[in-house]
């Protein structure tokens, strides 16, 4: 199975912040890359999609990059509602993978 | 508004059987990979199984090949996962969710999920 390594796995911040998020494919996974975020208690919501392709509804201040099998999540400046946890997950094999999470907490 | 609603959780006896299901409405079903996604208590997301929207494929993680099966009724809009031998490692909350267009990868509508609990 392709391991999806995700760091780092919590990070502090302040609104108004540029916070990266960061996943490290086992292999090749060309753009198969989607972002998650979850809030305590609640399903996972869908930001970002092969890689770099925002999802209709959700705000501009999200982006996603890639190279090579590193792939990135930015919000370039945080927002209180942001606060939350982050996952990406492969789809380029079979079984589909999640990153570990990154938990973006106040500082 | 699409909804997504999945039921069937509950404690179960470790060895037994549980079968989830997905009521879904407000989109077109038989057009869409469906997708179930646990989560341990206090831990990160797993991907679980999908099915292709003509019922033609079944991808499993391989902790529960052999173990659980996923099945979807076009005329119920609904989705299932039938669960047996179970395990205490089973113990989540259990996600269904829609994939996004054609895609079988990413999801983009998720229900509130459904817990199960194996336990003695």
């Known amino acids: 199975a392709i391991r999806m390594t995700q760091s780092p796995s919590s990070l502090s911040a302040s609104t108004g912040d540029r916070v990266t998020i960061t996943c490290r494919a086992s292999q090749g996974i060309s753009t198969y890359v989607a972002w998650y975020q979850q809030k305590p208690g609640k399903a996972p919501n869908l930001l970002i999609y092969s890689a770099s392709t925002l999802q209709s509804g959700v705000p501009s201040r999200f982006s996603g990059s890639a190279s090579g099998t590193d792939f990135t999540l930015t919000i370039s400046r945080l927002q209180s509602e942001d606060f939350a946890t982050y996952y990406c997950?492969?789809?380029?094999?079979?079984?589909?993978?999640f990153g570990g999470g990154t938990k973006v907490e106040i500082k | 508004e699409v909804e997504v609603v999945e039921s069937g959780g509950g404690l179960v006896q470790p060895g037994g059987s549980l079968r989830l299901s997905c009521a879904t409405s407000?989109?077109?079903?038989?057009?869409?990979?469906m997708t179930w996604v646990r989560q341990a208590p206090g831990k990160g997301l797993e991907w679980v199984a999908n099915?292709?929207?003509?019922?033609?494929?079944?991808h499993y993680v391989d902790s529960v090949q052999g173990r659980f099966i996923i099945s979807r009724d076009d005329a119920k809009k609904s989705l299932y996962l039938q669960m047996n031998s179970l395990t205490a490692e089973d113990t989540a909350v259990y996600y269904c969710?829609?994939?996004?267009?054609?895609?079988?990868?990413?999801?983009?509508?998720w229900g509130q999920g459904t817990l199960v609990t194996v336990s003695s």
């Open positions: 099915i292709k929207y003509d019922g033609s494929e079944k």
């Open positions: 997950q492969q789809y380029y094999s079979y079984p589909l993978t």
């Open positions: 969710a829609r994939g996004r267009g054609w895609s079988y990868g990413e999801v983009d509508f």
């Open positions: 407000q989109f077109t079903f038989s057009s869409h990979w």
